[in-house]
């Protein structure tokens, strides 16, 4: 893209929780960069203007898009990477030098990298993952990047888990769909539904249930206990506590928000990111 990038943003819904403001505000000043990083909420039933606030906001910049948009953005762009096509969802997005819409799936990174060191080295073994949007798809796509001996896709609508269990089958990965609610044993199960943004949601899993000897919640809207200041970074979120309680190697979605932002920044900038910043 030509002339300078000033201003970028996430689009979701809910989008208010976000920390990529923080992030990127604090990447952005380690940069020397003078842009804003703000959040844009398209409600999930106006999924039509995901195109529209996508394509104003790269004109600026570039910028991000969550849950429930991944999708759509993938098919606004006019140019993506295989991790677009591989997942059919989009994350990052920018603006090219051609002004065309172009973007990214840098949740595949994120996601991969967590999970390597979560797994200090082993094998994914059998990867349960709940949940069949975008982020799911990331996460499938980075378990079998990473050598998982199976992969497991449970949804609360079945049709979505068997359509993107389809998807993946389609670009050479392989997946199976699981009846939900999600049961039996795994290596590593991944949370990449929408359930613990809100502190009334139920868990996504139940480890009564499902048994595994990591779990990975890409949720990172870290949930108080009792008698907790607020701002205790080892909290996590009710999810991980409750896998820590069975002994079960557990982490929220910081990691991995990290992770894909820094990915962003070649799109974006042309350098790597400032991580330590981030």
């Known amino acids: 893209m030509s002339g300078p990038r000033t201003r970028f943003g996430v689009i979701g819904d809910p989008v208010e929780h976000s920390l990529s403001p923080r992030m990127h505000a604090a990447g952005f000043a380690a940069l020397g960069v003078e842009a804003t990083y703000v959040t844009l909420r398209v409600p999930a039933a106006e999924g039509a203007s995901v195109e529209d606030a996508m394509r104003e906001l790269a004109a600026t910049g570039g910028g991000n898009v969550t849950l429930p948009h991944k999708g759509r953005a993938a098919l606004a762009l006019d140019e993506m990477t295989d991790p677009v096509r591989e997942t059919g969802a989009c994350n990052c997005f920018w603006q090219t030098d051609a002004g065309r819409l172009a973007g990214d799936n840098t949740d595949v990174a994120g996601i991969a990298g967590a999970l390597e060191g979560m797994l200090e080295g082993r094998a994914p073994g059998e990867v349960l993952i709940l949940g069949a949007g975008g982020a799911a798809a ?7 990047r990473l050598g998982a001996s199976a992969v497991r896709i449970a949804n609360r609508t079945p049709v979505r888990a068997a359509r993107l269990a389809a998807r993946l089958g389609r ?21 990449a539904t929408s359930l613990g943004l809100s502190s009334s949601d139920p868990l996504p899993a139940s480890f009564d249930r499902v048994t595994a000897r990591v779990a990975l919640d890409l949720v990172y809207a870290r949930t108080p206990v009792e008698g907790d200041a607020g701002d205790d970074p080892d909290v996590g979120t009710a999810w991980t506590r409750a896998a820590t309680a069975r002994g079960i190697a557990a982490a929220d979605g910081l990691d991995v928000l990290v992770r894909q932002g820094a990915a962003c920044y070649p799109r974006w900038f042309g350098v790597e990111a400032p991580v330590e910043a981030l």
Do not use: L, Q
């Not at 990331?138 to 079998?144: G, H, I, S």
């Not at 939900?180 to 044993?185: E, I, Q, R, V």
């Open 138 to 144: 990331a996460a499938a796509v980075a378990a079998d």
């Open 171 to 191: 670009n050479g990965r392989e997946a199976r769909p699981e009846p939900w609610p999600a049961a039996g044993t795994c290596d590593v199960v991944i949370n």
